[in-house]
């Protein structure tokens, strides 16, 4: 699996947008970028999935460059509520395991 | 539409006793992933289960754990002889497909403490 680096940790404001950049210089044909989203004592919730360019959903957008050597998850207008650890996962998704770095801790600020 | 169900949420057990973790997958799943968290850290892989059958167990440790997934009932981890260092968040995921999008339901966890 593509090894990925993230910042370890991160503060925002309240109604800021809030970019994450994921770095996946070995990113395989096959591999999809993944994010989930972990809040304090709960398990991890899939938040975006992309292969190339851009994807959008209801929670997040996540902005693939052509090389695919790296990927940024936005989140529009964070809340305090946002306040959470934040995984990006690179690998084949016909791979049954999913292996989780230590993420990126986003701490949102009133 | 019930999610993943762990219990229990908290755990507390002495060296040497044995724990036992259970998952009930959501429903319509029946493929189930066993992840430990420890703190401050990413989770960690353990083992793939489908019903009655173990499909990776690359990440479970050789001795003391084991994993299973029988026909009916919960999926249930077990480790024996506890230590200290077993001390953790044990994860549980489901779903409904084995390949395909990565997308995997957790559960809220079990914490399990040894002293």
């Known amino acids: 699996l593509a090894k990925t680096t993230q910042p370890i940790s991160m503060d925002s404001y309240e109604g800021q947008e809030v970019n994450i950049t994921c770095s996946h210089n070995n990113i395989a044909t096959n591999d999809y970028i993944t994010w989930y989203q972990q809040f304090p004592s709960q398990g991890p919730r899939f938040i975006i999935q992309g292969y190339k360019t851009k994807v959008t959903n209801e929670v997040a957008s996540l902005f693939i460059p052509a090389d695919r050597k790296s990927s940024t998850l936005s989140l529009p207008r964070v809340s305090l509520s946002d306040t959470a650890v934040y995984y990006c996962l690179v690998g084949d998704v016909r791979d049954d395991k999913i292996i989780f770095g230590k993420g990126t801790r986003l701490h949102i600020l009133p | 539409n019930a999610g993943v169900m762990q219990n229990p949420r908290h755990l507390v057990r002495r060296r040497g006793q044995e724990a036992r973790l259970r998952c009930s997958p959501m429903k319509g799943h029946s493929h189930v992933y066993w992840y430990r968290q420890l703190p401050e850290e990413g989770l960690k892989f353990m083992v793939y289960?489908?019903?009655?059958?173990?499909?990776?167990e690359s990440g479970m440790p050789k001795e003391r754990f084991s994993a299973e997934f029988p026909k009916e009932g919960p999926s249930i981890l077990r480790i024996q002889q506890v230590v200290r260092g077993d001390s953790a968040a044990y994860f549980c995921a489901s779903s409904l497909f084995r390949t395909g999008d990565y997308e995997q339901y957790f559960g809220p966890g079990t914490r399990l403490t040894v002293t």
């Open positions: 289960l489908q019903k009655e059958n173990i499909i990776d």
